[in-house]
């Protein structure tokens, strides 16, 4: 068995070494990665929790998940703009409606999941999508137009659930 050496190289040094070469660990420049977090608070809303988040871009993102209400509980999304978050209006078909997920492809196509339901936002409003009924969608994926992806599960049976949007269907 081959012994193998251990050393340094100086900060920010790249070099690539063949198996079998001396082992070498580069250090690490210390960072401070949350220097620009700012906390902006978002509208008080009674019974309210949010539950996902997806971001397009500073000035463009999207939080959803629920308000509970005495038999059940209703959608709930919030949208911020750069400066503040607002509460934008979502269908709530039924008694027990909420979001788990949301994803965005662009400003224009965003998609919310939760129980027994999809939701897409166009850009002006938020429309349901057809979705089995007896499931749990849990999470959302869409990184095109054209292609999203819901995950979760059926309530009755537990099967996991795949769903996919193609723009069509």
């Given at each position: 068995?081959?012994?193998?050496?251990?050393?340094?190289?100086?900060?920010?040094?790249?070099?690539?070494?063949?198996?079998?070469?001396?082992?070498?660990?580069?250090?690490?420049e210390a960072r401070n990665?949350?220097?620009?977090?700012?906390?902006?608070?978002?509208?008080?809303?009674?019974?309210?929790?949010?539950?996902?988040?997806?971001?397009?871009?500073?000035?463009?993102?999207w939080a959803v998940g629920?308000?509970?209400?005495?038999?059940?509980?209703?959608?709930?999304?919030?949208?911020?703009?750069g400066t503040s978050w607002?509460?934008?209006?979502?269908?709530?078909?039924?008694?027990?409606?909420?979001?788990?997920?949301?994803?965005?492809?662009?400003?224009?196509?965003?998609?919310?999941?939760?129980?027994?339901?999809?939701?897409?936002?166009?850009?002006?409003?938020?429309?349901?999508?057809?979705?089995?009924?007896?499931?749990?969608?849990?999470?959302?994926?869409?990184?095109?137009?054209?292609?999203?992806?819901?995950?979760?599960?059926?309530?009755?049976?537990?099967?996991?659930?795949?769903?996919?949007?193609?723009?069509?269907?």
């Open positions: 068995m081959t012994r193998r050496r251990l050393t340094t190289w100086p900060c920010g040094a790249k070099k690539a070494r063949a198996f079998g070469a001396s082992l070498r660990v580069e250090r690490l990665l949350l220097s620009s977090l700012a906390f902006v608070p978002s509208p008080q809303v009674s019974g309210g929790s949010l539950t996902g988040a997806a971001a397009i871009a500073a000035n463009d993102i629920n308000i509970s209400i005495s038999n059940g509980a209703q959608t709930l999304a919030e949208h911020f703009n607002s509460v934008v209006p979502t269908p709530s078909p039924t008694s027990n409606s909420f979001f788990s997920g949301v994803a965005a492809a662009a400003s224009k196509d965003v998609w919310a999941v939760g129980n027994s339901l999809i939701e897409h936002w166009n850009g002006s409003s938020w429309s349901v999508v057809p979705s089995p009924t007896g499931t749990r969608l849990n999470g959302v994926a869409a990184p095109a137009s054209n292609n999203a992806w819901a995950v979760g599960y059926e309530t009755n049976s537990g099967n996991a659930v795949v769903e996919h949007w193609d723009r069509t269907s």
